[in-house]
Structures are given as C-alpha cells and as structure tokens.
C-alpha cells in the first residue's frame, strides 16, 4: 500500500514537472530561443525600410516598397499633425509593399510616415 502511494505520488511530481518545463519553454520568446539553438530569429534577407514623413493631400495613400524581389511580412504608419488620424495601415495587393493613409482634422492634408518589415 505504502509502495503504491508513493509510486503514485512520483508520477504526478513528475507529471508537474513536465507541465512546468512546457510552460517555461513555451514563454521563452522567439530571439532567446534561436540564441539557446545558435540559429538566427530574423528571416534572410530582412531589412527595415521606411517612408520618412511628407505632408500628403487628406485621405491619399502613401505606398512604400521593399527593395529589390523582397516581399514584406509587415509593417505600419504613423499620422502627424493636429487632430491627425491614422485611417489605414496595410500591405499592398502584391505583398511587395505597405499603404499608409491619413487625415488631419480641420487641415486639408497630413503627416504620413510608412514603415515595412521586408525579407528574402
């Protein structure tokens, strides 16, 4: 009887191990994971690319493209002004670029600055 509760006691110590080596790996992030392999978190090829800020007509996309056959995996914009608005932030149809559009409440244009994550 004795022998039972213990073996039955090993096993679930064992199985709350289990369970907290699972949740500590699967909370490790992306970047310290690849380091604790050797390998590298970033995509070949990837690059940052940015559209710095220009003053646009209200409503009027900013499209910005990633170099070369480079395709984005993602990317965002920003409004600047006052009363600035950001009205959309998504890639283009081809996956080759991203679109920013904006507007500027009582102005007739706005600041839109665009920005693409872009990789291989």
Known sequence: MQFKKSLSLSVSA??????????????????SAAAATGTSAL?????LVT???????NFQRRTLYCPGTKRVLGGGAEARGNGAILVGSFPTDDG???IG???Q?????VG???FAICAD
């Open 14 to 31: 064992l199985a709350t191990a289990a369970c907290v080596t699972a949740t500590v790996v699967a909370l490790q992030s992306p970047a």
């Open 43 to 47: 995509p070949p090829g990837y690059q």
């Open 51 to 57: 559209l710095p800020n220009a003053n646009v007509p």
């Open 96 to 98: 080759r670029g991203w």
């Open 101 to 103: 559009i904006g507007r």
């Open 105 to 109: 409440i009582g102005y007739n244009d």
């Open 112 to 114: 839109i600055s665009v």
